[in-house]
């Protein structure tokens, strides 16, 4: 049981890292040159989730015409996709769920066993 205690918690860990790159992507949406960073989760050693974030440097952003002083010049904007992230968002939220049902029914486990052996 405790096993799944700990791999809850790791996964918890991890999605609570890919929402916070998700809120850096969607403040950063409309900077220019911000390149959006990911997520990637894995199994990690002891069974539970590990996040490694990485900088997506070869999506390009979007080019679009500044003017300043009469003169133009070419900006990249920002590679966020803001579909991309909210489809994201609705992973960490069902994420959150279903680890937080794992801690409940160990919890439950848990109690069950105290009063049976109390």
Known sequence: M??????????????QKKLNVTADNIAN??????KRERAILSEAENGGVKAQIIKDE????PVHETYA???VSETEGSNVDLVDEMAGLITVRHAYQANLATLKTEDEMLGRLIDIMG
């Open 29 to 34: 949406s409309r900077t220019d040159g911000y």
């Open 69 to 71: 002083d009469d003169t």
């Open 58 to 61: 070869e999506t390009p952003g």
């Open 2 to 15: 405790v096993v799944a205690k700990s791999a809850a918690l790791s996964a918890i860990s991890a999605f």
